[in-house]
Protein backbone atom coordinates (compact mmCIF):
# COMPACT_ATOMS: atom_id res chain seq x y z
CA UNK A 1 0.00 0.00 0.00
CA UNK A 2 1.55 3.00 -1.36
CA UNK A 3 1.09 6.04 1.01
CA UNK A 4 0.90 10.05 0.23
CA UNK A 5 0.44 13.36 1.89
CA UNK A 6 -1.41 15.92 -0.26
CA UNK A 7 -0.80 19.62 -0.06
CA UNK A 8 -3.83 21.68 -1.80
CA UNK A 9 -5.70 18.44 -2.02
CA UNK A 10 -9.11 20.64 -3.08
CA UNK A 11 -7.67 22.14 -5.57
CA UNK A 12 -7.61 20.96 -9.15
CA UNK A 13 -4.52 18.64 -9.00
CA UNK A 14 -5.62 17.49 -5.36
CA UNK A 15 -8.89 16.41 -6.86
CA UNK A 16 -7.63 14.45 -9.46
CA UNK A 17 -4.78 12.80 -7.38
CA UNK A 18 -7.87 12.18 -5.20
CA UNK A 19 -9.68 10.60 -7.93
CA UNK A 20 -6.39 8.33 -8.90
CA UNK A 21 -6.84 7.53 -5.31
CA UNK A 22 -10.12 6.31 -5.68
CA UNK A 23 -9.72 4.36 -8.90
CA UNK A 24 -6.70 2.30 -8.13
CA UNK A 25 -7.28 1.47 -4.18
CA UNK A 26 -4.07 1.04 -3.26
CA UNK A 27 -2.86 4.13 -2.05
CA UNK A 28 -3.58 5.42 1.36
CA UNK A 29 -3.69 9.23 1.87
CA UNK A 30 -2.32 10.11 5.34
CA UNK A 31 -2.58 13.93 5.54
CA UNK A 32 -4.40 16.96 3.47
CA UNK A 33 -3.69 20.08 3.45
CA UNK A 34 -6.18 22.94 2.14
CA UNK A 35 -6.50 26.67 1.65
CA UNK A 36 -10.41 27.27 2.67
CA UNK A 37 -12.54 24.73 1.15
CA UNK A 38 -13.74 22.93 4.27
CA UNK A 39 -16.86 21.62 3.10
CA UNK A 40 -14.99 19.79 0.24
CA UNK A 41 -12.33 19.03 2.78
CA UNK A 42 -14.56 17.58 4.99
CA UNK A 43 -15.74 15.33 2.20
CA UNK A 44 -12.42 14.06 1.53
CA UNK A 45 -11.69 13.52 5.09
CA UNK A 46 -14.57 11.47 5.23
CA UNK A 47 -13.90 9.40 2.45
CA UNK A 48 -10.10 8.99 3.17
CA UNK A 49 -9.33 9.01 6.97
CA UNK A 50 -6.27 10.87 6.73
CA UNK A 51 -5.02 10.93 10.21
CA UNK A 52 -3.86 14.84 9.96
CA UNK A 53 -4.77 17.66 8.04
CA UNK A 54 -4.35 21.40 7.67
CA UNK A 55 -6.38 24.38 6.98
CA UNK A 56 -4.48 27.25 6.49
CA UNK A 57 -6.50 29.82 8.39
CA UNK A 58 -6.99 29.44 11.63
CA UNK A 59 -10.73 30.01 11.83
CA UNK A 60 -11.50 27.67 9.44
CA UNK A 61 -9.41 25.42 11.30
CA UNK A 62 -11.49 25.87 14.10
CA UNK A 63 -14.76 25.13 12.41
CA UNK A 64 -13.41 22.14 10.73
CA UNK A 65 -12.45 20.40 13.78
CA UNK A 66 -16.09 20.99 15.20
CA UNK A 67 -17.24 19.34 11.91
CA UNK A 68 -15.14 16.53 12.32
CA UNK A 69 -15.56 15.90 15.94
CA UNK A 70 -17.29 12.42 15.47
CA UNK A 71 -13.55 11.59 13.61
CA UNK A 72 -10.07 10.81 14.86
CA UNK A 73 -8.47 13.88 12.58
CA UNK A 74 -5.88 16.38 14.11
CA UNK A 75 -6.75 19.60 12.42
CA UNK A 76 -3.60 21.95 12.07
CA UNK A 77 -3.64 25.38 10.36
CA UNK A 78 -0.85 27.61 9.51
CA UNK A 79 2.55 27.25 8.02
CA UNK A 80 3.70 24.99 11.05
CA UNK A 81 0.24 22.68 9.67
CA UNK A 82 1.45 22.58 6.53
CA UNK A 83 5.04 21.65 7.63
CA UNK A 84 3.68 18.96 9.52
CA UNK A 85 1.40 17.61 6.56
CA UNK A 86 4.37 17.62 4.45
CA UNK A 87 6.57 15.56 6.57
CA UNK A 88 3.85 13.42 7.75
CA UNK A 89 5.39 9.98 9.52
CA UNK A 90 3.99 7.54 7.28
CA UNK A 91 3.92 8.99 3.45
CA UNK A 92 6.48 8.20 1.57
CA UNK A 93 5.30 10.67 -1.47
CA UNK A 94 4.19 14.64 -0.65
CA UNK A 95 2.49 15.74 -3.64
CA UNK A 96 2.92 19.11 -3.72
CA UNK A 97 -0.27 20.86 -5.67
CA UNK A 98 -0.71 24.07 -3.20
CA UNK A 99 -0.40 27.30 -5.24
CA UNK A 100 1.76 29.80 -4.49
CA UNK A 101 5.28 30.54 -2.33
CA UNK A 102 3.52 29.35 0.51
CA UNK A 103 4.83 25.76 -0.73
CA UNK A 104 8.96 26.11 -0.62
CA UNK A 105 8.79 25.58 3.16
CA UNK A 106 6.64 22.67 3.70
CA UNK A 107 8.99 21.23 0.16
CA UNK A 108 12.46 22.21 1.91
CA UNK A 109 10.99 20.39 5.16
CA UNK A 110 9.78 17.56 3.23
CA UNK A 111 12.91 16.71 1.25
CA UNK A 112 14.91 16.70 4.74
CA UNK A 113 12.39 13.96 6.06
CA UNK A 114 13.07 12.27 2.59
CA UNK A 115 9.78 12.05 1.18
CA UNK A 116 9.79 11.69 -2.49
CA UNK A 117 8.42 14.76 -3.75
CA UNK A 118 5.46 15.13 -6.63
CA UNK A 119 5.86 18.63 -7.42
CA UNK A 120 2.79 20.06 -9.26
CA UNK A 121 3.80 23.73 -7.24
CA UNK A 122 5.80 25.47 -10.02
CA UNK A 123 6.66 28.64 -7.51
CA UNK A 124 9.52 26.14 -5.25
CA UNK A 125 11.61 25.81 -8.40
CA UNK A 126 10.60 28.85 -9.77
CA UNK A 127 11.61 31.17 -7.33
CA UNK A 128 14.01 28.55 -4.99
CA UNK A 129 15.17 26.26 -7.48
CA UNK A 130 18.59 26.84 -6.61
CA UNK A 131 17.70 25.81 -3.07
CA UNK A 132 15.50 23.00 -3.75
CA UNK A 133 17.32 20.80 -6.49
CA UNK A 134 20.83 20.71 -4.27
CA UNK A 135 18.74 20.19 -1.33
CA UNK A 136 17.37 17.10 -2.70
CA UNK A 137 20.15 15.64 -4.39
CA UNK A 138 22.26 15.70 -1.02
CA UNK A 139 19.08 14.10 0.54
CA UNK A 140 18.82 11.47 -2.16
CA UNK A 141 14.90 12.82 -3.06
CA UNK A 142 13.37 12.21 -6.23
CA UNK A 143 11.36 15.73 -7.87
CA UNK A 144 8.96 13.75 -9.75
CA UNK A 145 7.07 16.53 -12.17
CA UNK A 146 3.27 16.57 -12.17
CA UNK A 147 3.01 19.61 -14.56
CA UNK A 148 2.08 17.74 -18.20
CA UNK A 149 5.20 19.19 -19.91
CA UNK A 150 7.22 18.45 -17.16
CA UNK A 151 6.26 14.90 -16.85
CA UNK A 152 6.64 14.30 -20.73
CA UNK A 153 10.23 15.66 -20.49
CA UNK A 154 10.95 13.12 -17.47
CA UNK A 155 9.33 10.02 -19.94
CA UNK A 156 11.37 11.00 -23.10
CA UNK A 157 14.31 11.12 -20.74
CA UNK A 158 14.09 7.61 -19.37
CA UNK A 159 16.55 4.62 -21.08
CA UNK A 160 18.27 7.73 -21.98
CA UNK A 161 21.37 8.36 -19.16
CA UNK A 162 24.64 9.18 -20.43
CA UNK A 163 22.77 10.98 -23.63
CA UNK A 164 23.37 14.96 -23.55
CA UNK A 165 20.02 16.68 -23.82
CA UNK A 166 20.46 19.27 -26.81
CA UNK A 167 17.35 20.78 -26.87
CA UNK A 168 14.07 20.53 -24.88
CA UNK A 169 11.32 21.23 -26.68
CA UNK A 170 8.24 22.96 -24.36
CA UNK A 171 5.01 22.61 -25.74
CA UNK A 172 2.06 24.87 -25.31
CA UNK A 173 -1.27 25.38 -26.18
CA UNK A 174 -0.92 29.03 -27.43
CA UNK A 175 -4.35 29.13 -24.91
CA UNK A 176 -7.62 31.15 -25.84
CA UNK A 177 -6.20 34.03 -27.69
CA UNK A 178 -3.53 32.46 -30.32
CA UNK A 179 -3.12 34.63 -33.21
CA UNK A 180 -4.22 37.80 -31.81
CA UNK A 181 -2.74 40.83 -31.95
CA UNK A 182 -1.45 43.50 -28.77
CA UNK A 183 -4.31 45.67 -29.26
CA UNK A 184 -6.82 43.11 -29.48
CA UNK A 185 -6.39 42.25 -25.76
CA UNK A 186 -7.47 45.66 -24.17
CA UNK A 187 -10.77 44.43 -24.61
CA UNK A 188 -10.49 40.89 -22.42
CA UNK A 189 -12.81 40.38 -19.48
CA UNK A 190 -12.37 37.65 -16.63
CA UNK A 191 -14.17 35.25 -18.61
CA UNK A 192 -12.68 35.30 -22.07
CA UNK A 193 -9.80 34.91 -20.09
CA UNK A 194 -10.88 31.49 -18.15
CA UNK A 195 -11.94 29.84 -21.50
CA UNK A 196 -9.33 27.39 -21.58
CA UNK A 197 -9.73 25.80 -24.93
CA UNK A 198 -8.06 21.97 -23.86
CA UNK A 199 -7.45 21.99 -20.31
CA UNK A 200 -9.63 22.10 -17.26
CA UNK A 201 -7.34 23.92 -14.71
CA UNK A 202 -7.93 26.52 -11.49
CA UNK A 203 -8.63 29.82 -12.48
CA UNK A 204 -5.12 31.50 -11.73
CA UNK A 205 -3.39 28.83 -13.99
CA UNK A 206 -5.77 29.42 -16.61
CA UNK A 207 -5.28 32.76 -16.84
CA UNK A 208 -1.40 32.50 -16.65
CA UNK A 209 -2.01 30.23 -19.73
CA UNK A 210 -3.71 33.08 -21.75
CA UNK A 211 -1.04 35.53 -21.42
CA UNK A 212 1.92 32.44 -21.52
CA UNK A 213 3.30 33.44 -18.29
CA UNK A 214 2.63 29.84 -17.61
CA UNK A 215 4.68 28.69 -19.91
CA UNK A 216 7.72 31.13 -19.10
CA UNK A 217 7.16 29.70 -15.66
CA UNK A 218 7.91 26.09 -17.08
CA UNK A 219 10.68 27.30 -18.48
CA UNK A 220 12.42 28.59 -15.39
CA UNK A 221 11.30 25.08 -13.49
CA UNK A 222 11.96 22.87 -16.94
CA UNK A 223 15.71 24.94 -16.50
CA UNK A 224 16.41 23.43 -12.50
CA UNK A 225 14.48 20.08 -13.21
CA UNK A 226 16.69 19.07 -16.35
CA UNK A 227 19.59 20.71 -15.49
CA UNK A 228 19.95 22.76 -19.11
CA UNK A 229 20.89 26.32 -20.14
CA UNK A 230 18.11 28.70 -20.87
CA UNK A 231 18.65 28.56 -24.44
CA UNK A 232 18.84 25.09 -24.63
CA UNK A 233 14.23 25.35 -23.78
CA UNK A 234 12.35 26.57 -26.96
CA UNK A 235 9.08 26.74 -26.52
CA UNK A 236 6.76 25.46 -29.27
CA UNK A 237 2.50 26.41 -29.87
CA UNK A 238 0.97 23.48 -30.22
CA UNK A 239 -2.55 24.22 -30.37
CA UNK A 240 -4.03 20.23 -30.43
CA UNK A 241 -1.86 19.68 -26.82
CA UNK A 242 -1.08 16.10 -28.16
CA UNK A 243 2.63 16.19 -27.92
CA UNK A 244 3.07 17.62 -24.60
CA UNK A 245 6.97 17.90 -25.16
CA UNK A 246 9.72 16.76 -26.39
CA UNK A 247 13.35 16.48 -25.93
CA UNK A 248 16.41 16.68 -29.13
CA UNK A 249 19.93 14.44 -28.81
CA UNK A 250 22.94 15.27 -30.12
CA UNK A 251 22.42 13.06 -33.22
CA UNK A 252 19.62 14.99 -34.12
CA UNK A 253 16.38 12.50 -33.03
CA UNK A 254 13.48 13.62 -31.06
CA UNK A 255 11.67 12.26 -28.96
CA UNK A 256 8.05 12.69 -27.59
CA UNK A 257 5.26 12.12 -25.31
CA UNK A 258 2.40 12.38 -26.59
CA UNK A 259 -1.56 11.44 -24.76
CA UNK A 260 -4.95 13.49 -23.90
CA UNK A 261 -4.84 16.80 -22.61
CA UNK A 262 -5.50 14.66 -19.25
CA UNK A 263 -3.76 15.75 -15.97
CA UNK A 264 -4.44 12.42 -14.10
CA UNK A 265 -1.85 10.85 -16.62
CA UNK A 266 1.14 12.89 -14.89
CA UNK A 267 0.02 12.59 -11.77
CA UNK A 268 -0.56 8.76 -11.79
CA UNK A 269 3.09 8.49 -13.37
CA UNK A 270 4.71 10.56 -10.85
CA UNK A 271 2.81 8.37 -8.12
CA UNK A 272 3.67 5.21 -9.40
CA UNK A 273 6.96 5.60 -11.27
CA UNK A 274 8.47 4.27 -12.95
CA UNK A 275 5.60 2.05 -13.11
CA UNK A 276 2.71 2.03 -15.13
CA UNK A 277 -0.57 1.71 -14.30
CA UNK A 278 -4.37 1.49 -16.03
CA UNK A 279 -5.98 4.73 -16.56
CA UNK A 280 -9.92 5.14 -17.45
CA UNK A 281 -11.02 8.07 -19.50
CA UNK A 282 -10.55 9.03 -23.22
CA UNK A 283 -7.57 7.42 -25.10
CA UNK A 284 -5.55 9.16 -28.09
CA UNK A 285 -6.71 8.00 -31.37
CA UNK A 286 -4.20 9.06 -34.41
CA UNK A 287 -6.80 8.12 -36.45
CA UNK A 288 -9.52 10.50 -35.35
CA UNK A 289 -6.85 13.30 -34.81
CA UNK A 290 -5.97 14.05 -38.10
CA UNK A 291 -3.59 16.94 -38.34
CA UNK A 292 -0.43 18.29 -35.50
CA UNK A 293 0.24 21.83 -36.61
CA UNK A 294 3.15 23.70 -34.51
CA UNK A 295 3.82 28.34 -34.56
CA UNK A 296 6.28 29.76 -33.15
CA UNK A 297 5.28 32.12 -29.79
CA UNK A 298 4.22 35.54 -30.56
CA UNK A 299 6.35 37.05 -27.51
CA UNK A 300 5.50 40.71 -28.80
CA UNK A 301 1.89 39.99 -28.18
CA UNK A 302 2.54 37.85 -25.55
CA UNK A 303 5.39 39.59 -23.58
CA UNK A 304 5.35 37.45 -20.29
CA UNK A 305 7.14 34.91 -22.42
CA UNK A 306 10.27 36.92 -22.91
CA UNK A 307 9.92 38.54 -19.76
CA UNK A 308 10.25 35.13 -18.13
CA UNK A 309 13.21 34.45 -20.14
CA UNK A 310 15.20 37.99 -19.01
CA UNK A 311 13.58 37.13 -15.28
CA UNK A 312 15.71 33.88 -15.76
CA UNK A 313 19.06 34.96 -17.25
CA UNK A 314 19.22 37.76 -14.70
CA UNK A 315 18.75 35.53 -12.02
CA UNK A 316 18.96 35.70 -8.20
CA UNK A 317 15.50 37.38 -7.02
CA UNK A 318 14.18 38.13 -10.18
CA UNK A 319 12.22 35.46 -11.27
CA UNK A 320 10.95 35.57 -7.90
CA UNK A 321 10.19 39.54 -8.67
CA UNK A 322 8.20 37.86 -11.99
CA UNK A 323 6.41 35.19 -10.17
CA UNK A 324 5.14 37.02 -7.45
CA UNK A 325 4.03 40.20 -9.41
CA UNK A 326 2.09 38.00 -12.01
CA UNK A 327 0.44 36.27 -8.66
CA UNK A 328 -0.63 40.01 -7.96
CA UNK A 329 -1.56 41.24 -11.36
CA UNK A 330 -3.77 38.24 -11.62
CA UNK A 331 -5.40 38.48 -8.58
CA UNK A 332 -6.19 42.50 -9.40
CA UNK A 333 -7.29 40.89 -12.82
CA UNK A 334 -9.81 38.39 -11.68
CA UNK A 335 -10.83 41.36 -9.12
CA UNK A 336 -12.00 43.62 -12.19
CA UNK A 337 -9.16 45.82 -10.89
CA UNK A 338 -6.83 46.33 -13.88
CA UNK A 339 -7.57 45.53 -17.83
CA UNK A 340 -5.73 42.21 -18.81
CA UNK A 341 -2.73 44.00 -20.93
CA UNK A 342 -1.78 45.54 -17.16
CA UNK A 343 -0.60 41.78 -16.01
CA UNK A 344 2.60 41.87 -17.67
CA UNK A 345 2.76 45.52 -17.20
CA UNK A 346 3.31 45.34 -13.69
CA UNK A 347 5.40 42.08 -14.02
CA UNK A 348 7.95 44.44 -16.35
CA UNK A 349 7.83 47.50 -13.76
CA UNK A 350 8.21 45.19 -11.02
CA UNK A 351 11.22 43.63 -12.53
CA UNK A 352 12.69 47.62 -13.09
CA UNK A 353 12.04 48.17 -9.51
CA UNK A 354 12.79 45.84 -6.58
CA UNK A 355 16.17 45.41 -5.44
CA UNK A 356 18.61 42.44 -7.20
CA UNK A 357 19.41 39.60 -4.88
CA UNK A 358 22.13 37.42 -6.09
CA UNK A 359 21.88 34.23 -4.26
CA UNK A 360 18.89 34.73 -2.36
CA UNK A 361 18.19 32.35 0.93
CA UNK A 362 14.52 31.23 1.40
CA UNK A 363 14.02 34.54 4.06
CA UNK A 364 15.51 36.99 1.56
CA UNK A 365 12.96 35.37 -1.41
CA UNK A 366 10.18 36.02 1.13
CA UNK A 367 11.03 39.06 1.84
CA UNK A 368 11.17 39.77 -2.27
CA UNK A 369 7.80 38.62 -2.60
CA UNK A 370 6.77 41.42 -0.26
CA UNK A 371 8.64 44.03 -1.47
CA UNK A 372 6.84 43.07 -4.89
CA UNK A 373 3.63 43.15 -3.19
CA UNK A 374 3.86 46.28 -1.82
CA UNK A 375 5.73 48.11 -5.07
CA UNK A 376 2.57 47.04 -7.29
CA UNK A 377 0.10 48.44 -4.18
CA UNK A 378 1.84 51.51 -4.00
CA UNK A 379 1.75 52.19 -7.86
CA UNK A 380 -1.69 50.36 -8.99
Known amino acids: MKKIAILGSTGSIGTQTLEIVREQGDIEV ?4 AGGNISLLEKQIREFRPGLVCVWEEEKAKALRENIRDLDVTVLCGMDGLIAAATEKKAEILVTAIVGMVGIRPTIEAIKAKKAIALANKETLVTAGHVIMPLAKEYGVPILPVDSEHSAIFQCLQGQEGNPIKKILLTASGGPF ?4 KEELEKIQVEDALKHPNWEMGRKITIDSSTLVNKGLEVMEAKWLFGVELDQIQVVVHPQSVIHSAVEYEDGSVIAQLGTPDMRLPIQYALYYPLRRPLRGEKLDLFALGNLTF ?7 FHGLSLAYEAMRRGGNIPTVFNA ?6 AMFLER ?3 YPAITEIIGESMGSIGFVKEPDVEQILNTESATYEFIESRW
Do not use: F, H, S, Y
Open 30 to 33: TALA
Open 178 to 181: RGRK
Open 295 to 301: EKPDTDT
Open 325 to 330: ANERAV
Open 337 to 339: RIP
